[in-house]
């Protein structure tokens, strides 16, 4: 089955990718709930009007995923906004991510392994104060520089949890390429002008990078829940994000 993944898109001017992960099916004739959990490119360009959405979204939390160098580069909106709870949990950025061996690797899916695999601190804080937010009936927001990789895989985790399908959960990542694409493609221009000749997989979220994804944490994890509780994330605060997340 295809998904109207266009029309979770929020209408945010400073933003290509940012979307609302409610009305998605789930196991059992449920569905995601929309306005709790919204995942974004960078927020850095936000609008004020973009701001003033949200806030009429009644949003509480906002995950910054970039490196430290991505946020001193492109601060966020949110960074300095007393209203809103702002979070910056560092995990990979774009040219340093899986081996540090100088070799890049070669999918993005062993970009992603690598991530869930190693970062399981990092996803201990996000789910932690998505629970946080959620408790105090506030709405969250992630993002990264694009909303592909490190947003991708929250996302994955999210859905995954909340009983989506790996249909619905492939089809949410694949469908940054079509947003972003423009983006992407001066992305690639701008390094290969700079010497770095980048593998075009860097430059796109093809399905098969979240099939292989799927594949191995089902492998080794078993599911969202399993893989967050051994995160440090307990029963109550899992409980507080499906319930607050599932219609």
């Not at 959990?37 to 960078?42: A, E, I, M, N, V």
């Not at 972003?180 to 493609?185: E, Q, S, V």
């Amino acid at each position: 089955m295809k998904y109207d993944i266009a029309s979770h898109l929020l209408p945010l001017k400073g933003a290509f990718n940012a979307r609302d992960l409610g009305n998605y099916p789930i196991t059992g004739h449920r569905q995601t709930r929309e306005d709790i959990f919204f995942r974004s490119d960078s927020t850095s360009k936000y609008l004020k009007d973009d701001i003033a959405f949200l806030a009429d979204k009644n949003l509480g939390l906002v995950v910054d995923l970039r490196s430290q160098q991505e946020v001193i580069n492109a601060p966020s909106v949110f960074a300095d906004t007393k209203s809103v709870r702002y979070e910056n949990v560092q995990m990979l950025d774009d040219l340093n991510s899986g081996p540090k061996d100088g070799v890049l690797p070669p999918s993005m899916s062993t970009i992603y392994i690598h991530l869930l695999d190693t970062a399981k601190e990092g996803f201990s804080r996000i789910f932690k104060a998505f629970a946080e937010t959620l408790e105090r009936r506030q709405s969250c927001l992630f993002h990264c520089a694009v909303g592909k990789d490190r947003t991708g895989t929250t996302a994955m985790l999210l859905l995954n949890l909340a009983g989506a399908s790996d249909e619905v959960i492939i089809q949410d990542y694949a469908a940054t390429y079509g947003f972003m694409k423009p983006i992407f493609d001066k992305q690639m221009a701008e390094y290969r002008a700079r010497g770095y000749n980048l593998p075009e997989y860097m430059f796109r979220s093809d399905a098969s990078s979240m099939v292989e994804t799927l594949t191995h944490f089902r492998d080794v994890y078993g599911n969202a829940r399993d893989y967050l509780l051994d995160c440090g994330v307990n029963h109550k605060q899992l409980d507080i994000i499906t319930d607050t997340f599932v219609v």
